[in-house]
């Protein structure tokens, strides 16, 4: 067991901070309702942009928390893998897993070659779960082959691609929000004293 120590070190150096930080995510609040935060009676009532900064602080925190607790649960199911004497075991080919890599990551359940492996049959665990129907990006709506005319993936990225090309420095990107000049409220506007007094009768 003694081989392990210094491991056993780091979990459990690991563990007290993940446990100090859950304990101040909860003095934070993340442990009541969001209204009592937020001091609000009820938030039902409220759009969700009406509190969208703290609707996003809110979710993100939720999301570490969460994370810490797997994490933790990881670093317990380690620590009593040294206690019964079956950490440094791959839990998939029973092989030992090399001394340096328990160095590099503490929490490896897995030797290089069935982490490889694993790796390699799921290859979109690390990616985001829409990615595998929005595959192959806007070439899955190309009908440039076809006969078709429709506004299709391909155009919209070419729109996207014009868009505010040349933006000026004004505001006006190339006019297209505006339909008259600026400053000038109505056709009459654009007659100057000088020629309203040219038409004057003598």
Not at 8 to 36: C, D, F, S, V, W
Not at 48 to 57: G, K, Q, V
Not at 176 to 188: P, Q
Request: proline share 4%.
């Amino acid at each position: 067991m003694k081989k392990w120590e210094a491991q056993r070190q780091a979990l459990q150096a690991a563990q007290q901070t993940i446990e100090g930080r859950l304990e101040r995510t909860h003095q934070y609040g993340l442990k009541g309702a969001m209204n009592e935060e937020l001091g609000e009676l009820s938030i039902n009532d409220n759009h969700p942009a009406d509190i969208a900064s703290e609707l996003f602080e809110r979710s993100k925190d939720v999301g570490l928390r969460d994370a810490d607790k797997i994490r933790l649960q990881e670093i317990e199911r380690a620590l009593a893998g040294i206690d019964t004497g079956t950490y440094g075991t791959c839990t998939n080919c029973g092989k030992a897993i090399p001394q340096e890599r328990l160095e590099a990551f503490p929490l490896a359940t897995l030797c290089i070659d069935c982490k490889l492996t694993d790796e390699h049959h799921h290859p979109s665990r690390e990616r985001p779960v829409e990615e595998e129907f929005l595959y192959p990006g806007f070439a899955r709506t190309d009908t440039d082959e076809t006969s078709s005319v429709v506004f299709d993936g391909e155009d919209a990225w070419q729109a996207v691609g014009r868009y505010n090309e040349r933006p000026s420095y004004k505001g006006d990107y190339e006019q297209i929000f505006m339909d008259d000049n600026e400053g000038i409220v109505d056709d009459m506007d654009v007659i100057s004293n000088q020629e309203y007094r040219n038409q004057l009768p003598d």
